[in-house]
């Protein structure tokens, strides 16, 4: 079996899926983590795009949470993390996609604008951009009954979602009572607990993820607001 090496950046909720996978397969790992800020000339060799997560199989590099996340399915079949039939696959990337193209940068702009005391439309747009996302999530959910995304089976859909879920439910106590959005959709909010006390899922998250996720998005807020 080849070597894995993730490289991460400890609050990165994409790198947490990955870490999810791994821990779901039961496959040795080493992480390296880096600095986002000052990213070593190395790094900057294996990933194209200057960003986490970076998948080093025997030093042959793959990026891309989701690209890395079927790999690893592919070369450890079991416990197969997506469904046999095509049709289901299908379903499970375009949600994947749903969450990398919707629901995490309306998940971003939403946590500045709490971490950081936003109004507005900095506040107003991600917010609803978001409850209308997790309306989405909830039919779904509904639909398919549980306990994870597609049913019966854990899989890559979940691992995508649980480092967003985990980092929004902290989130929603940054802000006022009515920023609460879980509240609002009893699905997603059992899925939520189902993941987070998931032993993969519990096992990766990040030292002290909540405060410091607000911390560094209370920053980013100051930033964009110094202009
Ligand atoms: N679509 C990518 C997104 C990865 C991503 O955005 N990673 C962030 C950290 S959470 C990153 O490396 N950003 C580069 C930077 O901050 O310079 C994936 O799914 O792997």
């Not at 194209?48 to 990026?63: A, S, Y």
């Not at 690209?67 to 994947?96: C, F, K, M, Q, T």
């Not at 985990?166 to 609002?184: K, V, Y």
């Not at 920053?219 to 110094?226: D, G, I, T």
Request: net charge neutral; aromatic share 8%.
């Amino acid at each position: 079996m080849p070597h894995l090496k993730l490289v991460s950046f400890e609050l990165c909720p994409y790198v947490e899926r990955s870490r999810i996978v791994l821990l779901e397969k039961r496959v040795p790992h080493e992480i390296e983590y880096i600095d986002l800020a000052n990213k070593p000339a190395w790094f900057l060799a294996v990933s194209p795009m200057g960003r986490v997560p970076v998948l080093l199989v025997d030093d042959r590099p793959v990026f891309e949470s989701m690209v890395i996340n079927e790999l690893i399915d592919e070369l450890y079949p079991s416990p197969p993390l997506l469904p046999p039939d095509p049709l289901a696959r299908a379903e499970a990337r375009g949600w994947i996609v749903f969450a990398n193209d919707v629901v995490m940068p309306a998940s971003v702009a939403a946590m500045t604008a709490l971490a950081g005391g936003l109004g507005g439309d900095a506040r107003a747009r991600p917010l609803a951009t978001l409850r209308d996302a997790l309306a989405k999530l909830e039919a779904q959910l509904s639909r398919r009954g549980g306990p994870w995304f597609l049913g019966r089976d854990f899989g890559l859909v979940d691992a995508t979602y649980a480092p967003f879920l985990r980092r929004w439910r902290a989130a929603e106590g940054w802000g006022a009572p009515e920023d609460r959005l879980l509240a609002a959709f009893p699905a997603v909010s059992a899925w939520a607990e189902a993941l987070l006390a998931r032993p993969s899922v519990a096992q990766a998250a990040p030292r002290e993820v909540g405060p410091r996720t607000r911390a560094a998005f209370a920053k980013r807020a100051a930033k964009a607001e110094a202009g």
